[in-house]
């Protein structure tokens, strides 16, 4: 199952010492100081991915619904079936603002910024997957043993070849190599020359991954469509940062002939050995969209979107992401046969935003303070020795 997002609220703010600027000739612009456009595709792609996999995506979801959704859901299924492509967003949008909120910051913050983004929320996801499992399941599936849910705290589950407990999980081990291969580059320290070469290397690193598939350990870390896309993003934050140029269109244009090579595969192998009836065609146009978006926000088209709510809607992508799926499901195995198809279906969507609302004020930031706290606690002696 696909489904992403892990950036926080906190991402998209940008401080002022990290303004971007345009290019040395061009005349400099005051920056926004939140970019909300970026909010409103994350919300967007977030809602795409929970209408795919509550009415998109049939093998998985019979077993729900009690029937297939393309059935069930004969109009809104030739739509909700793409909802899937917003991961690409997600993928893209990870590019540009892990960049951003890098910029000016030493490999040990940015690794701490990240643990205390991704780790909290993903915890308590964690528990409350493992007890729908136990409590709630769906009679039909094999849950993950107690083994494979431990392994899931390490997030590493994908190389100890673990069950996620959470199909959407995958996507974290996708962010994951993302940050590790970039803080490469964030230990030399990050600038425009350095993180575009950075880009062109990974690029052409997963051009050779698709060639020959002897190299397993680079394959972890330069997986064709995901590097693209990633990729893609960067460069349309260096313009958003520095200003186009010729050497980033070229770079952009590089991500997307990668990115649509592997999607177009990707999606004739899902029509013809995975049974499910999308045009590769209309996925590509769908995720070249998703690049002109983006590169409005680069170019400072969108600065007009500018509503405070996309903020709090903003910090709310990453606990729907993780708690969506299988909460969703074992609530539509309840209520749909007591309340109907489109009561359940609008019931489990606001109960989870509610949810995900809860978590986030009250499991969430309450678990990032405290370990923010610690952490700095903890540091301090070890600085005050060192310099001893």
């Keep these: ?3 992403r997002p892990t950036l926080s609220q906190s991402d998209l703010v940008i401080p002022p010492q990290l303004q971007p600027t345009k290019a040395p000739a061009a005349e400099p612009r005051k920056a926004p100081s939140r970019l909300y456009a970026l909010d409103a595709l994350r919300v967007v792609a ?31 299924f030739p739509v ?22 890098a910029w000016g910051r030493t490999p040990g913050q940015f690794v701490r910024a990240r643990f205390l983004r991704l780790f909290p929320a993903y915890w308590f ?21 107690v083994s494979d849910s431990l392994t899931n705290l390490t997030m590493l589950q994908v190389p100890l070849s673990a069950q996620h407990l959470v199909g959407a999980y995958w996507t974290l081990w996708v ?50 469509l995901n590097t693209a896309l990633f990729v893609g993003g960067i ?9 186009p140029d010729l050497k980033l269109w070229g770079l952009l244009a590089a991500s997307w002939l990668v990115m649509q090579s592997d999607l177009v595969e990707h999606a004739d192998h899902l029509r013809h050995d995975k049974g499910m009836d999308r045009d590769p065609y209309v996925a590509l146009a769908l995720v070249t969209l998703f690049y002109l978006l983006v590169l409005a926000v680069a170019l400072r088209k969108l600065e007009w979107v500018s509503w405070k709510w996309l903020a709090t809607a903003g ?23 007591h309340l109907g198809i489109w009561p359940t279906l609008l019931v ?31 540091s301090g002696p070890r600085v005050e020795r060192a310099e001893g």
């Design 315 to 337: 910090a709310l992508v990453y606990p729907l992401y993780l708690l969506h799926e299988e909460l969703g499901w074992a609530m539509i195995r309840k209520l749909s046969g």
């Design 46 to 76: 977030a809602l795409a991915v929970m209408a795919f996999h509550f009415t998109g995506v049939d093998a998985a979801t019979k077993a729900n619904w009690g029937q297939n959704p393309k059935e069930l859901f004969p109009w809104l």
């Design 80 to 101: 909700t079936s793409y909802g899937s492509y917003g991961v690409q967003l997600f993928f893209i949008i990870s590019g540009f603002v892990i960049c951003l909120s």
């Design 125 to 145: 996801s964690i528990v409350v997957a493992f007890v729908v499992w136990r409590a709630l399941p769906d009679g039909q599936r094999r849950g993950p043993s």
């Design 1 to 3: 199952m696909q489904t």
């Design 348 to 378: 489990t969507v606001v109960s989870l935003i509610v949810g995900s609302w809860l978590a986030h004020r009250f499991v969430e930031r309450p678990a990032q303070r405290w370990l923010r706290s610690a952490l700095a606690k903890e």
């Design 235 to 243: 460069a349309m934050y260096l313009m958003y940062r520095f200003g």
């Design 175 to 224: 962010e994951l190599t993302f940050y590790l291969v970039f803080l490469l580059v964030i230990w030399k320290g990050l600038d425009y020359r350095r993180v575009s070469v950075f880009c062109w290397v990974w690029l052409l690193a997963c051009v050779l991954v698709e060639k020959d598939a002897n190299i397993p350990l680079v394959g972890i870390f330069a997986q064709p």
